[in-house]
């Protein structure tokens, strides 16, 4: 089954503890991001990335962390710098240029304790 | 700052009536408009987009609108059933296209 993965599906820490969430896809897209999304709030951007070895912040960067080693994978560093972490994180994919159909992942949903 | 409105945040239609989602975005630059339907525990789809050499695409019981004077585009949704229940994300690229900015959704419920 073609597509984005995203990994867990639910993750339960403890306040001050990092968190990283897995993110492959295996549609050959150079493009991905990272959103956020919250009751009332919509999708907001993380960070994404148009390229190997390069990404940019999005709207609410801080408290987070990203890499892009691979063109596959996209994995997101949820830090304990971040105020308010728990949430519904979607990863989602497409070709470099952003005028086309975004490919979403299932979500990873956490929940800090 | 880079962002796009939606309204309204919630909607309640009896099956069969028409259901209409509004938004605005601020990049005069934004050239694809993008619609996407979320159901209950699932990932965000892509229904229906637009883009900026065109002023109204249809797909079935479908339409998106768009006006880039005014800067607001719209989703129409004709004949609705109970499956169309679902959050509507509305989104516009901007920075030259590097990224989308979606809407904070509408919680569309048809009543059967």
């Known amino acids: 089954d073609g597509g984005i993965t995203q990994s867990p599906k639910y993750l339960f820490r403890k306040e001050g503890q990092n968190v990283t969430l897995s993110c492959e896809q295996n549609l050959n897209h150079d493009a991905m991001y990272w959103y956020r999304q919250d009751p009332g709030q919509g999708l907001r951007l993380i960070y994404y990335?148009?390229?190997?070895?390069?990404?940019q912040k999005g709207d609410i960067a801080e408290g987070y962390s990203v890499s892009r080693e691979k063109k596959e994978s996209f994995p997101l560093t949820v830090t304990s710098a971040q105020k308010n972490p728990t949430a519904f994180y979607l990863c989602?994919?497409?070709?470099?240029?952003?005028?086309?159909?975004?490919?979403f992942g299932e979500g990873s949903r956490l929940t800090v304790l | 700052g880079e962002n796009v409105e939606q309204h309204p945040s919630t909607l309640s239609v009896q099956e069969g009536d028409s259901a209409v989602i509004k938004c605005t975005y601020s990049d005069s630059a934004s050239n694809y408009f993008p619609w996407y339907k979320q159901e209950l525990g699932k990932r965000p789809q892509l229904i229906i987009d637009?883009?900026?050499?065109?002023g109204e695409k249809k797909d079935q019981r479908i339409a998106v609108t768009l006006n880039k004077t005014a800067k607001h585009f719209s989703l129409h949704i004709t004949e609705t059933q109970p499956e169309d229940s679902a959050v509507y994300f509305c989104?516009?690229?901007?920075?030259?296209?590097?990224?989308?900015?979606f809407g904070a959704g509408t919680i569309l419920r048809v009543k059967s």
């Open positions: 989602a994919s497409t070709w470099a240029s952003n005028t086309g159909e975004l490919f």
């Open positions: 989104a516009a690229n901007m920075e030259y296209g590097n990224k989308l900015v």
């Open positions: 637009i883009r900026s050499n065109v």
């Open positions: 990335s148009q390229i190997v070895n390069d990404f």
